[in-house]
Structure formats: C-alpha cells, structure tokens
C-alpha cells in the first residue's frame, strides 16, 4: 500500500511522535544528519538494518535555516505567522549545532544507514512505501543567482515564499499569495518525494550535497514517490545509504531554484540485487527507477545536452535488458513512445529522467533481475 500523510495544522510530527514499536527508526538530529556533505566509505553507519528489512527514517529541511535566512528556524518561520510549537524541534537543534562549512552545500542528510550484506557492485532497491509530511507548511526560494532566469535582471535578488499545505477532498494543495500581502492564493496539487537518496561514495573526499553522481544523491526526480523503488549502484559495502532534500512539491525543471521544500517522515524497504545478477545492465550508469507502472531512467551531467545523451543511452540499455527489445528497434521506441524531461536545471549537474511504459510490452525477459525490476514497477 502507498500512503501520504500530512500533519494537521498546529501538530507536527515531531522527533520520534507516532513511530511503531516494531520497525527500526533513524531520526534526525545533530548526531544523525550531515549539512552540505554527503557520506564517505570511512563513516560509521548511525543504524544499520538488513536486507529486506522495512524502517521509518526522518528528514529535515534546510529551508529557513540557512545563514542568509538568519539561522533562526523559530524567527524565520515567525515571520510568516508560524507559531514557535509548530517548528520541528529537530529543525532548531540541528540549527544550532550541527557545523556547515562556507562552501557547502545547502542539504542535510541522514544517515548513513547500514544496509548489512550490501557488497561493492550489487545494486540496492530502495522502496518508497509511504511519506509523511512533518509540518503543514514549507518554502520556495530562489536565491544566490541559481535560477533559470538568473542574469536576466527582471527578477533579480534573494527570496522566498512559505506556503501553507491545506487539506482538499482528493488529498493536499499547496498556498502560495497571488501577489504580496493578497489574501487571494494560488494553489497546487501536494505530491511529497524525497530529492536525495543515495549511497556513500568511494572517495576520498566528502561530495558536495548539491552534486548527484553515480552513488544517486541530489536526483530531483519526483517520480520517486510512494509505490517508486530507486535502484542505487553500491560503491561501498554495507552500502550507506542516505536521504534528505525532502519537497512537498515540484515542478520538472525546477526552475527557480529549490521546490516547495519541507520535512518527510519516510517508510523504506531494502532489498540487496547481488553483482552477479547485472550483467544484462553493466552499461547502465548511475542509478534508476521504476514504479506506478514505469522504468524511470535517469542521466546526470553539467551539460543538460550530455545529461540528454546519457539518459538515452540508460533508457535504451534498459529496454534491451528488460523486454528484450531489439536494440535498433528499441531506439526507435524510445523515439516515438517516451517522455524525457528535465528532472532539474538549476544545480551544477543537471538532471533528466525518463518514462518508459510497461504496458507497452508484451512480455518481460525470463531473468531474476528483469522479474524484480518489473515487480517494482508495478
């Protein structure tokens, strides 16, 4: 089952609040988040769960805490008429005392997770069973120069807007002003995911939160919603996995800067794909999605036309693997039958994903890998 939860207005769902008993839970907090950096193959897992094992983990969102916000979660958010007791004190504690170096990125992680037996190689399936959203509101903002229009000077400058999540009969809508101080609002349809899952890197030195890579990362790709599994390349064993960026709300593109950003309480389950099983996909780069009956491929690179290209080339690898498809055919399908969008184009490496349709093909190859990625495509 797929859910998506809000938290009523004036209740938050704060550290720990409404966590089954039974289910290993990863909160976030000072000593289980990373602002700006991402995990290294050195990092001691701050949990550790097993293969196939479903767990609860939080997030949180870097949005009203940032220097250029005054650091303040309880005076930003104050500012637009959020009450103190309805800012998450997890939000406050990490504000004040989790370090972020100038030159870091905005993000903040939790993790890693130990997924125990994971080994360099396999691929890790990441189901999104279920979100949460912590808080009935949350932040736009374009700041820094990131936009897509920065430099054209007509909307130059640095600011936001808090958007309240208000209940409707078919699910949530976000509220944001029609103009400044209007009582009138424009409202859009709520769909939470989480913009950065991924694993540590083996590297040498920490990622940049903004820059995803082969290990996932800052992906931006709302597809990956409840019933959407990611499948994440492993570079280290045990894996550790992180998550974090967690949006209430996005346009593909992205275009301002950051999407209607605020925290997720997220339901996992975990299962290890062993290396030996990926021979069909070794060409594959990077990682990949499927759910609510698509194959999401994705490319990544600074340019959005290479980006293009490598999402393409996954796309048509994919096909290959999983149906069966002759290659030249499949490039020609992918031509007249999928949809590539540009999952984000405001951070320094770019993103596009595709959406290549189940039901279009008749069968799915007789291989353990192709079963388990189209069982979670479903």
């Not at 208000?166 to 769909?191: D, Q, W, Y």
């Not at 540590?200 to 919603?225: F, I």
């Not at 994903?353 to 007789?366: I, K, L, N, Q, T």
């Given at each position: 089952m797929?859910?998506?939860?809000?938290?009523?207005?004036?209740?938050?769902?704060?550290?720990?609040?409404?966590?089954?008993?039974?289910?290993?839970?990863?909160?976030?907090?000072?000593?289980?988040?990373?602002?700006?950096?991402l995990?290294?193959?050195?990092?001691?897992?701050?949990?550790?769960?097993?293969?196939?094992?479903?767990?609860?983990?939080?997030?949180?969102?870097?949005?009203?805490?940032?220097?250029?916000?005054?650091?303040?979660?309880?005076?930003?958010?104050?500012?637009s008429?959020?009450?103190?007791?309805?800012?998450?004190?997890?939000?406050?504690?990490?504000?004040?005392?989790?370090?972020?170096e100038?030159?870091?990125?905005?993000?903040?992680?939790?993790?890693?997770?130990?997924?125990r037996?994971?080994?360099?190689?396999?691929?890790l399936?990441?189901?999104?069973?279920?979100?949460?959203?912590?808080?009935?509101?949350?932040?736009?903002?374009?700041?820094?120069?990131?936009?897509?229009l920065?430099?054209?000077?007509?909307?130059?400058?640095n600011?936001?807007?808090?958007?309240?999540?208000?209940?409707?009969?078919?699910?949530?809508?976000g509220?944001?002003?029609?103009?400044?101080?209007?009582?009138?609002?424009?409202?859009?349809?709520?769909?939470?995911?989480?913009?950065?899952?991924?694993v540590?890197?083996?590297?040498?030195?920490?990622?940049?939160?903004?820059?995803?890579g082969?290990?996932?990362?800052?992906?931006?790709?709302?597809?990956l919603?409840?019933?959407?599994?990611?499948?994440?390349?492993?570079?280290?064993?045990?894996?550790?996995?992180?998550?974090?960026?967690?949006?209430?709300?996005?346009?593909?593109?992205?275009?301002?800067?950051?999407?209607?950003?605020?925290?997720?309480r997220?339901?996992?389950?975990?299962?290890?794909?062993?290396?030996?099983?990926?021979?069909?996909?070794?060409?594959v780069?990077?990682p990949?999605?499927?759910?609510?009956?698509?194959?999401?491929?994705?490319?990544?690179?600074?340019?959005?036309?290479?980006?293009?290209?490598?999402?393409?080339?996954?796309?048509?690898?994919?096909?290959?693997?999983?149906?069966?498809?002759?290659?030249?055919?499949?490039?020609?399908?992918?031509?007249?039958?999928?949809?590539?969008?540009?999952?984000?184009?405001?951070?320094?490496?770019?993103?596009?994903?595709?959406?290549?349709?189940?039901?279009?093909?008749?069968?799915?190859?007789?291989?353990?890998?192709?079963?388990?990625?189209?069982?979670?495509?479903?």
């Amino acid at each position: 089952m797929t859910v998506v939860t809000a938290s009523p207005v004036g209740q938050p769902i704060q550290s720990s609040e409404g966590v089954e008993s039974d289910v290993t839970y990863v909160p976030a907090g000072p000593n289980t988040v990373i602002w700006g950096r991402l995990p290294l193959r050195i990092d001691t897992p701050i949990a550790s769960v097993e293969d196939g094992e479903t767990f609860i983990i939080d997030t949180v969102s870097h949005e009203g805490i940032m220097p250029d916000q005054g650091s303040d979660p309880v005076a930003f958010f104050g500012r637009s008429g959020i009450p103190a007791t309805d800012v998450l004190r997890d939000t406050v504690a990490i504000s004040r005392s989790v370090v972020r170096e100038e030159g870091d990125g905005p993000h903040i992680a939790t993790g890693p997770v130990a997924i125990r037996g994971a080994k360099v190689g396999d691929l890790l399936a990441v189901h999104i069973n279920a979100l949460d959203m912590r808080t009935s509101y949350g932040v736009i903002s374009t700041r820094h120069g990131r936009g897509v229009l920065a430099g054209g000077g007509a909307i130059e400058g640095n600011y936001s807007a808090v958007c309240i999540v208000e209940p409707v009969s078919c699910g949530h809508v976000g509220a944001i002003s029609l103009t400044p101080g209007s009582g009138e609002t424009v409202r859009f349809p709520i769909a939470p995911f989480l913009g950065m899952m991924g694993v540590a890197s083996d590297s040498a030195s920490r990622p940049h939160s903004t820059l995803p890579g082969l290990y996932g990362g800052n992906t931006d790709v709302k597809l990956l919603n409840p019933g959407s599994t990611l499948f994440l390349p492993v570079q280290v064993d045990d894996a550790l996995l992180f998550v974090g960026d967690p949006h209430y709300a996005q346009g593909n593109g992205e275009v301002a800067l950051t999407a209607l950003e605020a925290p997720l309480r997220a339901k996992l389950t975990v299962d290890i794909i062993p290396g030996e099983l990926l021979v069909d996909i070794a060409s594959v780069e990077g990682p990949f999605a499927a759910g609510h009956g698509m194959i999401v491929p994705m490319g990544l690179s600074e340019n959005l036309d290479l980006a293009m290209r490598r999402c393409t080339a996954n796309a048509l690898e994919l096909v290959v693997a999983i149906f069966g498809m002759d290659r030249h055919l499949a490039y020609l399908y992918l031509s007249a039958a999928v949809d590539f969008s540009v999952s984000q184009a405001v951070d320094i490496v770019k993103g596009v994903h595709g959406a290549v349709r189940v039901s279009d093909f008749p069968s799915v190859r007789d291989t353990t890998l192709a079963r388990f990625i189209l069982r979670a495509a479903k």
